[in-house]
């Protein structure tokens, strides 16, 4: 698959474009509302087919260049458009879709800290892993590293899983996320991670 040309800038930041990410564009954004203020981390979990890791069925999905055929469970998701900011591989490789500038189509319906439509004001990042087991040592480093960039240019107060703003329709990342290692890592006081997912 054939990368953006997106410029990496000699900042962290360019439109943003994170510099250590891989750039692939998504044609699934949209502009953010007026005044938005992106002060939330969404943090979810991705295979394809689910369970199975290391191919490009991720970055197809988001560009809307997966071969529906190419198995049983594509079928089930046919015609899906949606895309993420941010993508952590097992390995720890870090891929974006959308400047974090726009708004990314990764939290569908949903309501926390009070407001709905979190896609609205939020950063979606999706790591590669199934919804409850255990994810790897690589992807919480290059996570640690990109909330820690992500809060330097943005008013980041809030960081859930999509089963936090999507209660009852989303579980993941799910149980096996290790919520206070992260917080723990980047040393973010307990009030920004949800409720009983941290130590205090």
């Given amino acids: 698959m054939n990368q953006s040309d997106t410029p990496a800038g000699t900042g962290l930041w360019h439109d943003g474009w994170y510099r250590f990410a891989r750039p692939l564009c998504s044609p699934n954004f949209g502009p953010r509302p007026a005044k938005a203020t992106i002060d939330l981390l969404v943090l979810h979990s991705i295979s394809l087919p689910p369970g199975r890791y290391g191919g490009d069925e991720v970055q197809r999905l988001f560009t809307n ?25 097992r390995n720890g490789e870090l891929w974006q879709f959308v400047s974090c500038d726009e708004r ?20 979606g990042i999706e790591l590669e892993g199934l919804e409850g087991e255990a994810f790897e040592a690589p992807q919480y480093e290059t996570l640690t590293s990109l909330c820690a960039a992500l809060a330097q240019r943005y008013p980041v107060r809030h960081i859930a899983g999509h089963e936090h703003i999507a209660p009852g329709r989303k579980g993941d990342p799910g149980a096996g996320f290790a919520w206070t290692r992260l917080q723990q890592s980047l040393a973010w006081p307990a009030q920004y991670f949800p409720e009983a997912t941290t130590a205090s």
Avoid: K
């Fill in 65 to 89: 260049t997966l071969d529906w055929n190419a198995h049983p469970y594509f079928r089930s998701i046919e015609g899906m458009q949606v895309s993420s900011h941010f993508y952590i591989r």
């Fill in 104 to 123: 990314a189509w990764h939290a569908g319906v949903s309501h926390y800290r009070g407001r709905d439509n979190c896609n609205d004001d939020s950063i």
